[in-house]
């Protein structure tokens, strides 16, 4: 690392490779396991119920209000792990590099994904480093993969709404889609708009533990929105969802870039909500629960399911009136993640 | 999917997604985890210790002989567990698509990655797809995450090679980075390079089974080559390994591309190789048991291991001399996996 700048020797497999990891990417990230440095990291699992995800992280720009793409490949890949209900042990982050690339920007980077996997209290295991040439790719690439542990008896799928359960979000809706572009459109507001990025498996486990047996499905409205999210489940386990436009809560700023960018906030990507379906009776206490946590203060009872009628999601308008809400068609924005 | 060209559109998490993920990837490499499309998958783990690893593969060109990117991304993942004497069971898989990437190559490459996934009894159980606007990536990316099981009494390490050990692999050496190189700048050979691409889980099976507890490290020789994934074994090890150049096998093919492009194949990657080290005393069996497996015809004891000296890696040349073999120094070859 004779320069400031990712070059492509640092993708070889030789010494380059070898002193970036060791320098920039084991010291921060270290653990028995990393530390290795083998094919794969070995360990022992208390419980024989998985999880396993993964997802790659293009998200532009790189650094955003309320995160960067470190943050956010960890915050994803432990949200999607608990979104089935799993607690979330071990990450592996995978990284392909354009060859030019500020060696500080890598620092912060991994320095922020070091930060978010110690308040996610989930280790980074095994990973991976590939340089490409300028332009072969945009900066930086992040795949993250993860496992966590499915508890004893817990079982939430898109495929268990049921009509009678309530529909529960744990606060402000849109955030991450609207910061990015606000982001990218150079827009100003008098609260800035900031990612929710955050992980939400502590959340999750605090809500699981207040109604153990009422809580169908989870799912994190992320790339297409609470809209698209809501469609997916309702189409999964054969339901109609009913929204209230009322009873949706967003930040004025979001209302406000949404109105000047003429984007439905519906439609933009979360990285810290959560949807909860769960049994009309023990909604209020899990509203509770979620209030009670640092991630859920602004969290509201949102709709409600039915038996499937003719379309899978409608929202009623502040107005009175019922509207088919779909699922998103075209592309509102690319590299939101 | 109006017309064959991959884009934004389905990277969108909406209708063009679900499409594009429905029929040319869940239908391809179709199971009980996957078909759910949930955020995870839930599997049961018989078995209380597992291997978990990532790689991602920007491989250029993404179609080569003997592959193509998506039977490297699976080969190599199952490698890199079996490398642990684990035995692959579950892997993700996550594209990086570029704008306008033909259809008919994703179709292709997925194709090839089922099949590959299919004959190394692995399954995919759960993916990811983005895509980015033409310029920012180069045609498909690949990331593939592995989970297996390590059966009780099953420890191999690269920190476990022990004086004494004889150091054998399966084939034939550089033959993946010869090809590559060879379909990049137009050669042609009277043998064509074919990559040794291959899942190595049945081969190493097969050697655990012959000598279960003389063998104490595997590593397959990827980026930097077999000089390279040497020094790492004999550093982590803290031993000495002396190779001798008489006994390393390569094909006539590989031998006049190396010179021909001034290369030394000991720093190509290899995609189907294992480097085995294990007791001398066992080590004849070990050869028998490579000779009789298909991925092992060409197996070769390349070497031994002794206490460290001056340096961690020697090869005894043709003409008698012993010369320091180090790791790779600098990039001999970008996106070579």
Redesign the interface.
Known sequence: MTNGYI???H????????ELISSMIIGRLDNEFLR???????????????????????V?PIFFPGGDIGSLAVHGTV???S??G?IPR?L?????LEEGLPMDHLKRIIDSAADAAGHAEVIV????T????R????KI?I?T????I?PPGISV???DARPGDVILVNGNIGDHGMAILACREGLSFTSPIKSDSAPLNSLVSTLLKAAPNSVHCL??P???GVA?ALN?IAI?SGVTALIEEDCLPFTASVKSASEMLGLDPL?A?NEGKVLVFASADEAPQILTAMKGHRLGKAAQIIGRVTARSAAPVFIKTRVGGTRILP??????L??IC
Chains 1, 2 share one sequence.
């Open positions: 070059e492509l020797d993708g070889s497999g030789g010494i380059a490779s070898n290795l440095m083998e094919d794969s990291a070995v360990m022992d699992l208390p419980g024989t119920r998985i999880a396993f995800t993964t997802d790659s992280y293009v532009d949200n999607d792990l979104m089935r799993a071990y592996t982050l995978s990284l392909i295991v095994a990973g991976d590939k340089v490409v040439p332009g072969h790719a945009d690439f795949n993969s993860g496992i966590g499915v799928s898109t495929h799912r994190d992320t790339r297409g698209t997916e999964n439609y990507a699922m998103l068609t075209g592309e509102q690319p590299r």
